[in-house]
DNA sequence: CAACCTGTTCGCCA
DNA sequence: ATGGCGAACAGGTT
């Protein structure tokens, strides 16, 4: 489920736990949500502590607590965040569960492709610091996704959208939504691309991700019925744009839809 | 029942 | 060293 904008709406559901104290955390310690981080050293620190901030890049989001701890939560394919009344119960797929005195800030993942980490001391976590350009800052230039392009070029363009590290918090739905607004056809090797198919692209990038933000990040409000995602996953699915029937294939390893009329 | 899935990581190969 | 690809990971849904 989550790319960009549903990882921002997420990241909002444990806003009513700012400020609140930890009473407790409860975990599910085996669980492979904690591959490569300490479970006990989790309850044992975060304990006490209160929710200070927190923020998302791409779909990464860092908690922030008092005493300098942070817990990095990556959703994964079925992550959720939420918050519970107080006295919740935590269900078999609720992995990682805040204590705070009016609620409990819930996160859940049944497919357990997600992630917690954990880090403390003044320092950045380096997951969090090594993360790429986001997409709505100056830093994601023209140049910038030049480059990107150049240097995986023979990559199908489909795959290059996929890529965390290039453009960030992009997703499989989003990823077909950019490459059908910009016009380009998925398999398109990413170093082929006209100057001005890499302008269609970035602009592409940009709008679906803003408007994904202030629609799906805000609220989980649909997008609009123009909006190439109500047809991608139909089987008879087509083009908002001509009613052509779409094409479907694997590129770059994920379900691919595009339209082969106005994607070249 | 079988196929499918909004993600990442690893090993293999070029 | 770098880039591209396919498999593996798990469990719910169709």
Redesign the pocket.
């Known amino acids: 489920?989550?790319?960009l904008a549903?990882v921002e709406y997420y990241r909002r559901q444990w806003d009513c736990g700012l400020g609140g104290k930890v009473n407790a955390v409860e975990l599910h310690p085996r669980k492979?949500i904690f591959r490569g981080s300490d479970p006990r050293e989790i309850v044992r620190r975060l304990t006490g502590t209160r929710l200070r901030a927190s923020q998302a890049r791409?779909?990464?989001m860092l908690f922030r607590f008092s005493g300098g701890s942070s817990l990095g939560l990556?959703?994964?394919?079925?992550g959720t965040l939420r918050s519970e009344p107080a006295d919740f119960a935590a269900g078999?797929?609720d992995h990682l569960v805040l204590r705070q005195a009016k609620r409990a800030l819930v996160f859940r993942d049944?497919?357990?492709?997600g992630?917690v980490r954990f880090h403390s001391g003044k320092s950045e976590p380096d997951w969090w610091t090594a993360s790429a350009p986001e997409i709505h800052t100056p830093q994601f230039s023209a140049a910038y996704v030049a480059e990107v392009l150049q240097?995986?070029?023979?990559?199908?363009i489909k795959?290059?959208l996929?890529l965390?590290s290039r453009f960030s918090g992009?997703?499989?739905?989003m990823a077909d939504e950019i490459l059908w607004r910009a016009g380009l056809a998925p398999a398109t090797a990413?170093?082929t691309l006209h100057p001005k198919q890499q302008v269609a692209l970035r602009r592409a990038t940009r709008f679906v991700s803003r408007e994904a933000m202030r629609i799906i990040g805000r609220d989980f409000s649909d997008p609009p019925k123009s909006w190439l995602i109500h047809q991608r996953?139909k089987a008879g699915g087509v083009c908002p744009r001509h009613g052509v029937q779409l094409q479907r294939a694997?590129i770059?390893?994920?379900?691919t839809a595009w339209c082969p009329k106005c994607q070249r």
């Open positions: 489920m989550p790319e549903e492979r791409g779909k990464q990556h959703l994964g394919m079925s078999k797929h049944p497919r357990l492709f992630r240097r995986h070029r023979r990559a199908p795959a290059v996929l965390q992009i997703g499989n739905w990413a170093g996953w694997t770059g390893g994920r379900t």
